[in-house]
């Protein structure tokens, strides 16, 4: 009987390890996908198959440090911005990624309140005090013409990265006080952006130094019905697409303001001074002479 019994419960202890082995052979791996850091492990027994992916890294920009394209981890610290200073026509700029901080700096006609008033064919009074009798006023006309941009002529020469920029102005006289005392006025030309240097202009952040004015007298003189006429060709030399010289035409209050105060056209400039700028570039031109054309042919047809 003990030897029955013994091999029974033998023959039990065989058929446990079986079932046991045979059990374990039939699990069936639950998978997670490999990531950066962890190969493919089984989410019931962690067993795991092959290696981790390994990071992804995008290189680190002004605003964010190396992150991995896959799983967004951050190594390391953003490079930050490599900031330009403020200029004239552009804000503070990273010369890396191009994001701006701030404003452009401001110009000194927007400082100190100058308006250029004077617009390009279009006519305008110009008064003033007369010449030799200050308690009596003139009143004249201005007109600006003939807007021009070009690289060189004969007698104004070609710089490279530079341009020059020429327009005309009449000016008329024509009452009795202009007649009787004559008139008083002047004029010169300022930069935009900072009314106080001449020798050079500041043009997205560059100095440029060979900037030049001119001026020629094209016509002066009084004729025989008692008209004054002054017609002047202004130039100036500027780099190219630069938009900031203006032409000032000073009346009398104004003119001996200016020359009195350090020539500091903001304190000396009065409500009858003219400023007009050469910002037109090419294509303002193509439509001024467009809209000049089309005022001709109405003129002609009434």
């Known amino acids: ?29 639950t998978w997670t996908e490999t990531t950066c850091t962890t190969p493919k492990t089984c989410s019931e027994c962690e067993e795991t198959e092959g290696e981790p992916l390994g990071h992804s890294w995008v290189d680190a920009t002004c605003t964010a440090p190396k992150t991995c394209s896959r799983c967004s981890a951050t190594e390391g610290e953003p490079l930050g911005h490599q900031l330009s200073e403020a200029n004239y026509q552009q804000p503070a700029t990273c010369s890396v990624c191009g994001a701006t901080e701030g404003e452009p700096l401001q110009a000194d006609f927007d400082k100190y309140g100058l308006v250029c008033n004077a617009e390009l064919n279009v006519p305008r009074a110009f008064v003033t005090e007369c010449y030799s009798n200050k308690e009596c006023t003139t009143t004249g006309e201005v007109v600006f013409y003939d807007y021009e941009i070009f690289e060189s002529d004969e007698t104004h020469e070609a710089v490279d990265g530079y341009e020059w920029r020429a327009v005309t102005c009449k000016m008329t006289f024509d009452d009795k006080n202009a007649w009787d005392y004559g008139f008083a006025s002047g004029d010169t030309m300022l930069d935009y952006y900072d009314i106080f240097t001449r020798s050079s202009v500041n043009y997205n952040g560059q100095e440029f130094a060979e900037t030049y004015v001119d001026k020629d007298v094209l016509c002066d003189e009084w004729d025989n019905s008692g008209v004054y006429t002054e017609i002047s060709r202004f130039y100036s030399r500027a780099p190219i697409g630069y938009d900031g010289t203006v032409i000032v035409l000073a009346d009398g209050k104004c003119r001996d303001s200016y020359n009195e105060n350090g020539n500091n056209i903001a304190e000396a400039a009065t409500e009858n001074t003219i400023f007009f700028r050469m910002d037109l570039d090419a294509d303002d031109l193509d439509s001024t002479e467009e809209t000049v054309t089309q005022d001709d042919s109405a003129d002609t047809e009434e």
């Open 1 to 29: 009987m003990k030897t029955f019994t013994r091999k029974w419960l033998c023959n039990i202890g065989v058929l446990t390890l079986c079932t046991m082995l045979a059990g374990c052979g039939k699990h069936e791996h």
